[in-house]
């Protein structure tokens, strides 16, 4: 586009926009201004840049109220598809949908976000994107570095607020317990090594893992809720995570026992760290890393952008008891979801009370039995992990509906 076809596109953006009121004109200006943003990024014509982000940004803000006002009217399905419509589709033409209007679901978002933004926060964050985009027009460094700073401080802030909210919804919950983070460290077992059954045969993996999702995770997930699952065969713990009602959303390493005091100087050297205690067992190779898989349901709070952490942890085994993991990972949730009701399952020892955590599991220091009493109802252990088959749990006779 030459600056005589963006002048033309201009001044018929600058009709249109006195008209902002049908939402042809409006999706028009959107349009056309985000030509005119792309043009004077590359003719680096500040003025016109400016004039484009607010026309974009004014516009955007108005498609958002015109999709708000739809909803409350009931003119346009907001809630997911009913059973045999394909979402997307006209919905027998009953209602006006993102399809039919040329909206996609990310920009029908956040553009009602934008909308329900007060006027005032609006125009001031409105002035922000201005200044970041012609500093960064301009090569201002100092001042492209201080507006995303003071984007990144709003934004966790933001975050922080929706994360406490959040957190105050689940607690308030009646029934059965419901945690907003649930950190899972289950006992995995190999076909071939641990695995036999009663009648003294080996079960497959498949078997096994079956033991732990059968465990009913599930049942005390909150509706939006952050899975921390320990695992060392990745595609075994995504097999479980989802089975629980988890999509995955990252995952962590967690390497063991590196000593070596300046890896920068050997990597240069072409030396290899220098690692401590005996490594695990494999069949294809020996473990000296276990992974976290990292699972969302619904839609949980993800961590604030710029604080997430890097996604490999070095740190040395627990002294305590056999399987027991590093305090970095249970400090990573403290760290995020400060508020959420938390609760380590298959936990080795308690964990501090005032980041609101609760323990379950069979290797607790103070016996099976003696561990968060509502999540007992909730959740089966395999009888095998805890007691002879005569023995009784606690909640053998308890009704879980």
């Known amino acids: 586009m030459g600056p005589k076809q963006t002048l033309e596109l201009w001044m018929e953006l600058s009709k249109e926009i006195s008209t902002l009121e049908e939402y042809d004109h409006v999706k028009k200006v959107i349009e056309q201004a985000g030509g005119v943003e792309k043009w004077a990024k590359l003719a680096k014509d500040v003025v016109m840049l400016e004039k484009a982000i607010r026309y974009k940004r004014l516009g955007e803000r108005r498609v958002g109220q015109y999709l708000i006002s739809l909803a409350e009217q009931g003119l346009r399905y907001t809630g997911p598809a009913p059973k045999g419509v394909k979402i997307g589709s006209s919905l027998d033409g009953r209602f006006i949908t993102l399809d039919k209007l040329g909206v996609t679901h990310k920009e029908s978002r956040e553009w009602?976000?934008?909308?329900?933004?007060?006027?005032?926060?609006?125009?001031?964050?409105?002035?922000?994107?201005?200044?970041?985009?012609?500093?960064?027009?301009?090569?201002?460094?100092?001042?492209?570095?201080e507006v995303r700073q003071i984007l990144k401080e709003r934004n966790l802030k933001a975050r922080n607020v929706r994360e406490k909210k959040k957190a105050?919804?689940?607690?308030?919950?009646?029934?059965?317990?419901?945690?907003?983070?649930?950190?899972?460290?289950?006992?995995?077992r190999r076909s071939g090594f641990d695995s036999k059954d009663k009648a003294g045969e080996k079960a497959t993996v498949e078997e096994l893992d079956q033991k732990i999702i059968d465990t009913g995770v599930d049942r005390i997930a909150a509706d939006d809720c952050v899975l921390g699952l320990w695992c060392t065969e990745p595609w075994r713990g995504e097999r479980v995570l989802r089975a629980w009602g988890f999509e995955p959303r990252a995952w962590f390493v967690w390497?063991?026992?590196?000593?070596?005091?300046?890896?920068?100087?050997?990597?240069?050297?072409?030396?290899?760290l220098t690692v401590t205690g005996e490594a695990g067992l494999g069949h294809w190779n020996r473990d000296r890393a276990e992974i976290m898989l990292i699972g969302g349901r619904g839609r949980p709070v993800a961590p604030g952008k710029g604080v997430q952490g890097e996604r490999v942890w070095f740190a040395e085994r627990p002294s305590g008891t056999r399987g027991e993991k590093p305090d970095v990972a249970l400090e990573w949730f403290e760290k995020h979801y400060p508020n959420m009701p938390k609760i380590e399952l298959w936990a080795r020892r308690y964990r501090k009370n005032e980041f609101n955590w609760a323990s379950w599991g069979p290797d607790l220091p103070d016996g099976p039995w003696r561990i968060d009493d509502a999540a007992n109802v909730a959740l089966r252990l395999p009888r095998?992990?805890?007691?002879?088959?005569?023995?009784?749990?606690?909640w053998d006779d308890a009704v879980v509906e």
């Open 384 to 394: 095998e992990e805890v007691m002879s088959p005569d023995e009784k749990t606690p």
């Open 168 to 188: 105050a919804e689940i607690k308030s919950l009646d029934g059965l317990p419901r945690y907003g983070v649930i950190v899972a460290n289950p006992h995995w």
């Open 112 to 145: 009602q976000q934008t909308a329900k933004k007060p006027e005032t926060e609006f125009k001031r964050d409105l002035n922000l994107e201005v200044k970041l985009q012609r500093a960064m027009v301009q090569r201002d460094r100092p001042t492209v570095k």
């Open 255 to 272: 390497i063991k026992d590196v000593v070596q005091d300046k890896p920068r100087e050997m990597m240069k050297k072409g030396n290899t």
